[in-house]
């Protein structure tokens, strides 16, 4: 007998078990469980059942799952949050994740049902998780208040983890004024006007999104070098800067639509404007399981992809944009920087 077989296939028997871990964290959250469990002393899983409305067999098991995940400690007094659940698991706290939790667990789930359809397909599976198909997938998303409030609180928590990085992958000092296509909640803007005190920042969006901003405001401080513009990037006018930044926007669209995308921002850069994208770049080999199961994400619900250097290099060198620089973050995102000669 090889021993190969003698021995566990403990790789496969964890990824057997993942979406078992990933239902815990999400409905642990969706209940706000760590909420209750924030500046407090060990509490008792039938106290928590009492608070959140749950059954106390149901909680203890959750509870128990969690701390033997790590999100929780246990001892004989009860459960606690450790400390990386209190700043990323509460709903409230500055990098908290919840926002991108609650759409992994109410959009992504669904969709990922239908990864079988869209790998046999190689389409997007909106119709049948929700059983309808709009034009594009923010038709989808923004149809609802409530799906478009979800949809922004990910983005917003995803974006704000990952925007010191992007806004200092490359010094942008020598930039006046960026316009952030897609710039969503302007998570990414606030940071680049913190780090570069010359810098104004134009976040451009679709109007449902823009008309929405305001909640996700940080307090007051360095508010005014961001302006919030509504439109679309692929029949509007765009907004007129030195830098133009497309962070997770390009992995949303097709070659097709992303030449329509580029071609209009090449036709208002000056020489010597630039583009930033901030994206999870493939390395060429392939192995980076992150960025290739956010690959398959696209799938299930967009036109888009994840893209190689190379490929975002052929795309961007088509519009006469040159130059083309790649820092690995080592956060979510990557980062290129290009210019137009
Ligand atoms: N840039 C943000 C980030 O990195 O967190 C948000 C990325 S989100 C995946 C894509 C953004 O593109 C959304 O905010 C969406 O509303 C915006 N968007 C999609 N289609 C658009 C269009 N036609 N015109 C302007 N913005 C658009």
Same mark, same amino acid.
């Given at each position: 007998?090889?021993?190969?077989?003698?021995?566990?296939?403990?790789?496969?028997?964890?990824?057997?078990?993942?979406? /078992?871990?990933?239902?815990?964290?999400?409905?642990?959250?969706?209940?706000?469980?760590?909420?209750?469990?924030?500046?407090?002393?060990?509490?008792?899983?039938?106290?928590?059942?009492?608070?959140?409305?749950?059954?106390?067999?149901?909680?203890?098991?959750?509870?128990?799952?969690?701390?033997?995940?790590?999100?929780?400690?246990?001892?004989?007094?009860?459960?606690?949050?450790?400390?990386?659940?209190?700043?990323?698991?509460?709903?409230?706290?500055?990098?908290?994740?919840?926002?991108?939790?609650?759409?992994?667990?109410?959009?992504? $789930?669904?969709?990922?049902?239908?990864?079988?359809?869209?790998?046999?397909?190689?389409?997007?599976?909106?119709?049948?998780?929700?059983?309808?198909?709009?034009?594009?997938?923010?038709?989808?998303?923004?149809?609802?208040?409530?799906?478009?409030?979800?949809?922004?609180?990910?983005?917003?928590?995803?974006?704000?983890?990952?925007?010191?990085?992007?806004?200092?992958?490359?010094?942008?000092? /020598?930039?006046?004024?960026?316009?952030?296509?897609?710039?969503?909640?302007?998570?990414?803007?606030?940071?680049?006007?913190?780090?570069?005190?010359?810098?104004?920042?134009?976040?451009?969006?679709?109007?449902?999104?823009?008309?929405?901003?305001?909640?996700?405001?940080?307090?007051?401080?360095?508010?005014?070098?961001?302006?919030?513009?509504?439109?679309?990037?692929?029949?509007?006018?765009?907004?007129?800067?030195?830098?133009?930044?497309?962070?997770?926007?390009?992995?949303? $669209?097709?070659?097709?639509?992303?030449?329509?995308?580029?071609?209009?921002?090449?036709?208002?850069?000056?020489?010597?404007?630039?583009?930033?994208?901030?994206?999870?770049?493939?390395?060429?080999?392939?192995?980076?399981?992150?960025?290739?199961?956010?690959?398959?994400?696209?799938?299930?619900?967009?036109?888009?992809?994840?893209?190689?250097?190379?490929?975002? /290099?052929?795309?961007?060198?088509?519009?006469?944009?040159?130059?083309?620089?790649?820092?690995?973050?080592?956060?979510?995102?990557?980062?290129?920087?290009?210019?137009?000669?």
């Amino acid at each position: 007998v090889p021993e190969s077989a003698t021995k566990l296939p403990s790789k496969i028997l964890e990824l057997m078990d993942g979406f /078992r871990a990933s239902k815990a964290l999400f409905v642990a959250s969706k209940l706000k469980m760590f909420d209750h469990l924030k500046n407090k002393g060990p509490v008792k899983a039938v106290d928590i059942a009492n608070e959140v409305g749950t059954s106390v067999c149901g909680t203890e098991r959750l509870l128990d799952a969690c701390a033997a995940l790590g999100l929780l400690e246990k001892t004989p007094q009860g459960y606690s949050n450790t400390d990386s659940t209190n700043t990323y698991l509460t709903s409230d706290g500055e990098y908290s994740l919840h926002g991108y939790i609650i759409h992994s667990n109410d959009h992504l $789930w669904p969709l990922f049902t239908y990864l079988e359809s869209a790998v046999k397909e190689g389409s997007r599976q909106n119709h049948r998780a929700f059983g309808k198909k709009a034009e594009d997938l923010f038709k989808d998303y923004y149809h609802s208040q409530e799906v478009k409030q979800r949809f922004m609180a990910a983005m917003h928590s995803i974006a704000h983890l990952t925007a010191r990085d992007v806004a200092t992958a490359f010094d942008l000092s /020598r930039f006046k004024s960026a316009c952030d296509l897609g710039g969503c909640t302007g998570a990414l803007a606030h940071e680049l006007v913190q780090i570069y005190p010359n810098l104004k920042v134009t976040v451009f969006d679709l109007p449902e999104v823009i008309a929405n901003t305001s909640y996700f405001q940080p307090p007051a401080q360095h508010t005014a070098r961001v302006t919030f513009v509504s439109g679309d990037f692929f029949k509007d006018n765009l907004p007129e800067a030195d830098l133009y930044i497309l962070s997770r926007v390009l992995h949303d $669209w097709s070659d097709e639509k992303i030449h329509v995308l580029l071609s209009k921002i090449s036709a208002v850069c000056k020489p010597g404007c630039e583009i930033l994208l901030a994206e999870m770049v493939l390395d060429d080999e392939k192995k980076r399981s992150t960025a290739l199961l956010q690959s398959l994400n696209m799938l299930v619900q967009t036109e888009g992809k994840e893209r190689s250097g190379s490929e975002y /290099r052929a795309l961007l060198q088509q519009h006469g944009f040159t130059n083309v620089k790649i820092r690995v973050t080592g956060n979510l995102l990557d980062v290129i920087l290009c210019i137009k000669t």
